[in-house]
C-alpha cells in the first residue's frame, strides 16, 4: 500500500503538472513559475509567449470589450508597449501609436502627467502597469481623460498588492521604483475623474486561463518592508477600464 508521504508527492507533483490554456498564443499545458520582485509565484508564466497571469487577464478584457468596438475607425494610444500586446493592437486599430516616458523605439517620449497632445486625440488608450511608478497619479488620470474623446475607453491596469493603497514616501527602489502599492481600494480613484468605470477581475473567466496571482503575502518581508502583510496565498488580478 502507497504511503501518506507517497500519496502526498503524487498530488503535489499532478498539481504542478496542471494544464492551463494560454489565451495570447493558444499554448495547452503547464505554466511555469516566475519569480517576480516581490516573490516566487506558482503557474505564473506561459512557456511559450512569456505571458503572465496580467496579461492574460487583460487579453481576456481586451477581447471581450472590442467585441463591441468598430476598432478600424478609431485612434489608439499604447503606453510602455508590451511586445505581444503591440501586434494585437496594432492589428486591431486604424491608427496606433505608442509613448513611454524612456522607452526607446515608442512613438512620443512622453510624460504622462503633462502630456503634448490636443484635448480629445484619441478614442482608446491602454498603460498597465504604469500608474504604479507615476508620483501624480490622479495628474495622469485627468491628463488620459482630456486626451480621450468623450466617450473614449482607457484600460488601466496595476498591481494590486494590498488591501488599502500605501503611498511610499518616494520611488522605492526595492520595487522597481514604485510610488505606491496599491490596494483593492485603488479602483475608486479612477472614479474620481472617468465618467464610469468597469473592474474585470480574474474570477470573472474561465479558471483554465489560470489568471490569479499565487503569491504568498501572509508574511512580512524583508525586500518589500513597506508593503504590509495580507491575508491568502492566492490573489485576484484587476483590469479596470475607464470610459470618458
Ligand atoms: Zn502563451
Do not use: W
Not at 499554448?27 to 509567449?49: D, I, M, Q, T
Not at 500605501?166 to 502599492?181: K, S, T, W
Amino acid at each position: 500500500m502507497e504511503s501518506t508521504i507517497g500519496k502526498l508527492f503524487r498530488k503535489s507533483l499532478s498539481l504542478a503538472k496542471r494544464k492551463f490554456r494560454c489565451p495570447v498564443c493558444g499554448y495547452l499545458g503547464p505554466f511555469e513559475g516566475f519569480c517576480g520582485s516581490s516573490g516566487f509565484r506558482k503557474h505564473a508564466r506561459c512557456k511559450v509567449c512569456s505571458s503572465l497571469e496580467r496579461h492574460r487577464l487583460q487579453i481576456l478584457v481586451l477581447r471581450e470589450l472590442m467585441k463591441q468596438l468598430d476598432t478600424a475607425t478609431m485612434k489608439m494610444l499604447h503606453f510602455a508597449p508590451e511586445k505581444m500586446f503591440s501586434e494585437f493592437f496594432s492589428a486591431q486599430f486604424g491608427d496606433y501609436e505608442t509613448a513611454d516616458l524612456s522607452m526607446e523605439g515608442v512613438d512620443y517620449k512622453v510624460d504622462l502627467q503633462c502630456m503634448p497632445f490636443a484635448d480629445s486625440s484619441y478614442d482608446f488608450v491602454f498603460a498597465s502597469h504604469v500608474l504604479e511608478h507615476i508620483p501624480d497619479d490622479i495628474e495622469a488620470m485627468k491628463e488620459i481623460y482630456r486626451i480621450l474623446r468623450p466617450g473614449g475607453i482607457a484600460v488601466l491596469p496595476v498591481p494590486i498588492v494590498a488591501v488599502e493603497t500605501v503611498e511610499y514616501p518616494e520611488p522605492n527602489p526595492e520595487e522597481e521604483y514604485h510610488c505606491r502599492a496599491p490596494g483593492v481600494d485603488y479602483m475608486e480613484r479612477f472614479s474620481q475623474v472617468f465618467r464610469e468605470v468597469k473592474v474585470f477581475s480574474s474570477d470573472m473567466f474561465d479558471d483554465k486561463y489560470q489568471l490569479y496571482v499565487y503569491e504568498d503575502r501572509t508574511r512580512s518581508r524583508e525586500h518589500v518592508p513597506l508593503r504590509p502583510v495580507m491575508s491568502g496565498r492566492k490573489h485576484k488580478d484587476f483590469v479596470p477600464v475607464c470610459f470618458a
